[in-house]
């Protein structure tokens, strides 16, 4: 089944403490993105890749880093969280960024720094 | 500054009774123009995508309409299965921002029998 996978689903923390949220998927997509979903903001781009190795920054990238070392799998990694980052994250893909391609969402991590 | 704004932000209809929902954008040349449903909790649903003024879709109940300032999403007898959040989103067609998507706030539809 095609589909983009986000792990873990739930998540609770504490400031400071690094975390990942990984996302993978079976598609042979070029581009993935990560977005933050907030009451009353909607959803906000964080960072996008136009394929391995090609990252960019959104709208709100400040406090979040990624990475794209293979195709299928683009991490979202916050070094140091705050509770500002407190929020529900969805990781997208489309074939390529070259076409008007519709994007595919995960299933979305709902993450909750304390 | 590229900008999509929804309107209204939340709608109520009877079942069976049609309406639209209003996605207005301003961005220097689009690429395409995209409709997405939600469900609570759940990641966004692709419903559409609209490439050019004049271009319509449908999928069941749902059609799509484009202009070159706005999109509409006519709802045409709906049910209570079509209650859901309506997100609009479009991509520039620039260089630099090539592969952004910028998304409105979305337009809650509840549909009560």
């Known amino acids: 089944e095609a589909q983009v996978t986000q792990n873990p689903r739930y998540l609770i923390t504490v400031t400071g403490k690094k975390l990942t949220v990984t996302c993978s998927q079976n598609?042979?997509?070029?581009?993935m993105s990560w977005y933050r979903q907030d009451p009353g903001l909607g959803l906000r781009q964080i960072y996008y890749?136009?394929?391995?190795?090609?990252?960019d920054k959104g709208d709100v990238p400040e406090g979040y880093k990624v990475s794209r070392k293979e195709k299928r799998n683009f991490p979202l990694i916050l070094e140091s969280p705050s509770p500002n980052q407190t929020s529900l994250y969805f990781c997208a893909s489309s074939l390529s960024y070259r076409g008007n391609y519709e994007q595919y969402f995960g299933p979305g991590t709902r993450l909750t720094v304390t | 500054e590229d900008q999509v704004t929804q309107s209204p932000e939340a709608l109520r209809l009877q079942e069976g009774e049609s309406s639209s929902l209003n996605c207005s954008y301003t961005?220097?040349?689009?690429?395409?123009l995209f409709w997405y449903r939600q469900d609570p909790g759940k990641g966004p649903e692709f419903l559409f995508t609209?490439?050019?003024a004049g271009e319509e879709k449908e999928k069941e109940r749902l059609k799509a309409t484009l202009t070159k300032k706005e999109s509409f999403l006519h709802i045409t007898a709906p049910k209570p299965e079509d209650s859901a959040t309506y997100l609009c989103a479009v991509q520039a067609d620039r260089g630099s921002t090539l592969g952004r998507l910028y998304f409105g706030r979305g337009t809650q539809l509840t549909v009560w029998p």
């Open positions: 890749s136009m394929n391995v190795e090609v990252t």
């Open positions: 961005v220097s040349g689009l690429r395409g």
């Open positions: 609209l490439y050019s």
């Open positions: 598609m042979n997509h070029e581009y």
